[in-house]
């Protein structure tokens, strides 16, 4: 038996994964002993054909677990040879052997190959909208939890599909808050977005033409030794973003529907909606225009990093 399993949420699918390996201990082998790990960075085809083709020890059925054998680029050729030998149909069926990728795949000799020979492909796509409320929501209470409405809808926004960290902060506030509700002051407390807030700030100080205050945010972001050129490459981001919603929010005033067409974070396009009203379309173009200078500057030249940023906010907030 083969069982495919991938997408790019690799929480869910590696949760599935421990489940089939302690159903199968459970129900086969409670030794342990005929369950064989095949995750390294070069995955040798010799290894495959021992591991699959080897007879369980003491036990009717052996389970074999390959990762990450697709998405390395090292095993290329064992991914066709591999492929070779589903298609000959030589994997033993007294085995089950599960494949595991950290992330969606579309392509590929084995991929195709696997779409043939295997008996479950399961696809673990990132969570959103009511479906990851409910994910949350039923961690939380599995840790008997509570959480108020507005403080779940915050959590996810601040969040968004990282089940990992999301995991991480629900952990940490079940165990401040323990059985008492959790309330959006709490998760506005313990909850950092993913996203760095200090240049939804900068942004903030630009469109209100704070030029005092936007040098004194890029100051603090250079002194805590942040490289220039990555200052202007999130710079560049958020107002590249900012942009592109602006020329969407006539046709979508849904912030969740602006973020699925854009492919932008859900808690960006929402901070971002606040701070269009602050910006003209040719303010917005003319800014972006003149952090491109910038790096082109920086680039080029031995001109002082923080007097270039600081003319640009001279000018901007001009």
């Not at 673990?124 to 809808?153: R, Y």
Request: with cysteine; aromatic share 8%; proline share 2%.
């Amino acid at each position: 038996m083969i069982i495919f399993l991938h997408g790019d949420d690799s929480y869910r699918s590696l949760e599935r994964l421990k489940v089939l390996k302690e159903g199968f201990i459970k129900k086969f082998d409670k030794s342990g002993l005929n369950v064989v790990v095949l995750d390294k960075d070069l995955i040798a085809f010799e290894d495959w054909q021992k591991a699959v083709a080897a007879m369980g020890f003491l036990s009717q059925k052996r389970l074999v677990v390959v990762k990450n054998l697709m998405s390395n680029k090292k095993n290329k050729e064992v991914c066709a040879q591999v492929a070779e030998y589903l298609s000959d149909k030589k994997a033993k069926e007294d085995n089950i052997i599960i494949i595991w990728e950290p992330k969606q795949l579309k392509m590929g000799v084995l991929f195709n190959q696997l779409k043939k020979s295997a008996d479950k492909i399961e696809l673990f796509a990132p969570l959103d909208g009511s479906v990851l409320s409910k994910w949350v929501k039923k961690e939380i209470l599995d840790q008997k939890g509570k959480i108020t409405g507005p403080a779940l809808k915050l959590l996810v926004d601040k969040v968004g599909d990282n089940l990992w960290q999301m995991k991480n902060e629900v952990d940490k506030l079940v165990s401040y808050k323990g059985s008492e509700e959790i309330k959006e002051e709490d998760v506005s407390l313990f909850v950092r977005s993913q996203l760095d807030e200090d240049i939804f700030h900068l942004t903030d100080a630009l469109g209100n033409k704070n030029s005092k205050l936007a040098m004194q945010l890029i100051d603090d972001q250079l002194q805590s030794g942040n490289h220039p050129l990555a200052l202007l490459a999130t710079l560049s981001w958020q107002f590249r973003n900012l942009i592109m919603i602006k020329e969407k929010m006539d046709q979508s005033a849904n912030s969740y529907s602006l973020a699925s067409e854009l492919k932008i974070h859900p808690f960006v396009v929402k901070k971002s909606i606040g701070m269009l009203r602050q910006f003209s379309m040719d303010k917005l173009k003319e800014t972006y225009q003149g952090i491109l200078d910038i790096d082109v500057k920086l680039k080029t030249s031995r001109v002082d990093p923080e007097v270039l940023l600081n003319l640009f906010i001279i000018k901007t907030c001009s």
